[in-house]
């Protein structure tokens, strides 16, 4: 697994022979084990919807997971550093979706958001699944009427993330992520009633 390996030569490479004393150097090595236990629990729990939200933004497999391991890496680094993160969760979306449009920027792309049936056909969220073929066309049109941020904040609540951790994540405004889940959900029920 790359990410336990770059954390390993994380924890290496920061602890020289020689440089400090042995309990201090013992109590930085028990300090980095109790954080790589941490960033492990926190992956085990956020890193498929992590993905599943990495690929819905970037379209490419190997970028979202690139996204995820960086994320991870970013958040083993920064409790290491001890930094205070209030909403793991949120934090970890945010540097994930961070990466993903940093990097589509990098390759020319601009942030446009669309679901196609291949796309929606590939996740394997339990709440998307579709029995009537119709219903999921339906759907997918409906869904490519909404703005790129009433789509963005429909995915992460569909994620499980909360109004608040969605709040965080994209930076915007309790109030403004709770009038954009609305619009596009009023949107959403409109169209099928």
Request: hydrophobic share 40%.
């Amino acid at each position: 697994m790359r990410f336990s390996h770059a954390l390993t030569s994380l924890e290496t490479s920061g602890l020289q022979e020689g440089s400090c004393s042995e309990t201090t150097q013992q109590k930085e090595v028990n300090k980095s084990i109790v954080i790589e236990q941490e960033v492990l629990a926190a992956y085990d729990q956020f890193a498929g919807g992590l993905l599943r939200y990495a690929s819905s933004l970037g379209r490419d497999a190997e970028l979202a997971q690139d996204a995820v391991q960086e994320a991870f890496l970013r958040f083993y680094i920064a409790l290491l550093n001890g930094e205070t993160i209030r909403y793991r969760r949120a934090w970890v979306f945010r540097v994930t979706r961070n990466y993903v449009m940093d990097r589509l920027k990098d390759y020319s792309y601009r942030n446009s958001v669309s679901l196609d049936a291949k796309e929606m056909a590939g996740l394997d969220h339990p709440r998307i699944l579709f029995e009537d073929q119709s219903w999921s066309e339906k759907l997918i049109d409906v869904l490519r009427q909404l703005t790129p941020r009433e789509l963005e904040c429909i995915r992460l609540r569909i994620e499980g993330l909360k109004n608040r951790e969605i709040a965080e994540v994209l930076n915007l405004r309790l109030g403004t992520v709770c009038t954009l889940l609305a619009r596009g959900l009023r949107r959403i029920r409109k169209a099928y009633d």
